[in-house]
């Protein structure tokens, strides 16, 4: 059976590349390939370039209310499209259907809403000096690229297109080359939705694509979503041409569970924090601090609640609460942090295995696992390990663990449950990270700005401040009387 081959998409269209190169898409569920991918070569990299610049002349010359008007049409089309596209995300990510069908697409669209409804509300301001007065403007920043993670390939593309669009930029996009069908989805529906040719283009391959994007002096702006390694060559790179950045990376997030928690609450949040999208998100409380006094109630009800509920299997199966890892390398990853736990002396509660479920039994998939006996010095306490890998750890003082949490060189997210609610504020102000949870955990609504502390991040994605990062501001001195000049 002959699969499909993807073009790159550019001003408007697919554009054939010149070298041929492509790659190749596997489904991690199947291990089968689904489809081809053409890789932007020089040929398709010129005509991005050319194709952004004109479509930023266009885009920036409308006025935000018919820049609004024309995303809000592309956020009715993803809606219209919700259950197509969340079965793109599915085939192309391995995780639930039954998330994808409720989050992937809604939360992207929530993101171009939000920004549709305030690019029109971007005000300058005035103010006299004297006779004179000076006045701003808010202008776009011209050509911006996006690099996407491929844990949520689609809902990144929105995250990141919905503010650059709405402040009247054009975008060169460049989704993971494990994830690269959501994307072009998001282009097909720009286009549909009226939004100008070359406002948004999609350039597809690897790391060589990637730096190009961040080398390429046209480009004014990066914003990237993947690991912190790849994150510092992102900022490297776009320092050449000084391009702003915004950067969103890993974590290794801390939930603190203080003894007058709801332990039930704060085990569901746990293992929404760790196994939901087989524990693929970067704001994952991998580390859980329990204190002494709930910790054998919360390990008793973690391990039945985990033994019990999971379904792991064939991701399009609406039942199924557990889909694959990305690949079989992430997979191979995953389980090698699982031994390394062994080996340096943590104890396993549950899981710690591959799985091979019978509707998917080619499926790159991993146990749902959590340690207990953590220290906080152990490798799966430190690192990231981006799977359904969950460390527990007890803690009897409240400073202590505080400083446990921070000790850490990232800072992405952390949670605190407990209903004092003067303990609840007071830890969580202490704790360095820029997304933090009360009684709840990972929610992330288009109105909240998020991004990382430390090494998890620069800038904010979302919420009413992440408009000024894809714009710059003109100042304007207006003189009203004759200059005094000593010439
Ligand atoms: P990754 O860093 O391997 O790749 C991310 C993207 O960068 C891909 O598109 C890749 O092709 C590209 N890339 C690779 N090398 C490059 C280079 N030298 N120059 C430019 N681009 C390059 O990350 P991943 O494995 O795709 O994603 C998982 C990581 O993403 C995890 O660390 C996770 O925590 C992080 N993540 C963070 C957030 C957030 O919002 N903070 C969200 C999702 C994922």
Redesign the pocket.
């Known amino acids: 059976m002959t699969t499909p081959v993807y073009e790159n998409f550019i001003n408007g269209h697919f554009l054939k590349n010149q070298t041929g190169d492509t790659f190749a898409v596997k489904n991690p569920a199947t291990d089968e390939v689904i489809y081809h991918v053409e890789i932007a070569d020089e040929f398709i990299q010129n005509a991005a370039i050319e194709s952004a610049k004109q479509g930023f002349a266009a885009w920036s010359a409308m006025t935000p209310i018919e820049r609004s008007r024309i995303l809000l049409k592309a956020v009715a089309i993803l809606r219209e499209r919700n259950d197509e596209l969340a079965k793109v995300e599915v085939l192309d990510t391995g995780k639930p259907w039954q998330e994808a069908e409720c989050v992937d697409v809604e939360t992207g669209a929530d993101v171009i809403e939000y920004f549709a409804g305030l690019a029109p509300a971007q005000v300058g301001q005035q103010q006299m000096v004297g006779n004179d007065f000076y006045y701003t403007r808010k202008e776009p920043l011209g050509i911006c690229a996006g690099?996407?993670?491929?844990?949520?390939p689609l809902q990144?593309a929105c995250w990141k297109s919905g503010p650059a669009l709405a402040a009247g930029n054009a975008v060169i996009f460049?989704?993971?080359?494990?994830t690269p069908l959501g994307a072009i989805k998001l282009a097909e529906i720009f286009i549909e939705a009226g939004v100008p040719a070359g406002v948004f283009n999609v350039v597809q391959g690897?790391?060589e694509v990637?730096?190009w994007?961040?080398a390429n002096p046209n480009i004014e702006k990066v914003s990237?979503?993947?690991?912190?390694?790849?994150g510092k060559?992102?900022m490297a790179?776009a320092a050449g041409s000084l391009k702003d950045v915004t950067m969103?990376?890993?974590?290794k997030s801390p939930l603190l569970v203080f003894d007058d928690a709801d332990v039930s609450q704060a085990v569901s949040a746990a293992m929404l924090g760790n196994f939901y999208t087989q524990g693929e998100i970067?704001t994952n409380c991998t580390r859980i601090y329990v204190h002494k006094n709930v910790y054998q109630q919360f390990i008793d009800e973690l391990k039945t609640r985990t033994e019990q509920n999971i379904i792991a299997g064939d991701p399009m199966d609406p039942e199924v609460n557990l889909g694959a890892l990305i690949s079989k390398k992430h997979q191979e990853l995953v389980l090698g942090y699982i031994d390394k736990g062994i080996q340096e002396g943590a104890t396993l509660l549950t899981g710690g295995k591959a799985l091979s479920p019978a509707s998917a039994p080619n499926g790159y998939f991993v146990e749902p696992t959590v340690f207990v006996d953590c220290k906080d010095d152990m490798t799966i306490v430190k690192e990231?390990i981006?799977g359904p890998v969950m460390s527990v750890l007890v803690f009897d003082d409240e400073d202590d663990v505080i400083q446990r949490a921070n000790d850490t060189h990232l800072g992405?997210a952390a949670g605190v449950f407990t209903k004092d609610i003067q303990l609840a504020h007071r830890v969580i102000h202490q704790l360095q990270a820029g997304i933090c949870w009360i009684n709840s955990y990972g929610n992330s609504p288009a109105e909240m700005p998020?991004g990382?502390y430390k090494q998890?991040?620069i800038g904010r994605?979302n919420g009413i401040e992440t408009l000024d990062h894809y714009t710059q501001t003109k100042s304007i001195y207006v003189g009203m009387s004759n200059i005094e000049s000593p010439f």
């Open positions: 690099i996407g993670a491929w844990n949520y990144i460049k989704p993971s080359e494990e690897a790391a990637g730096q994007l961040t990237f979503t993947g690991e912190v390694g790849t060559k992102v790179s969103e990376l890993g974590g970067c990231e981006f992405l998020v990382g998890s991040g994605e």
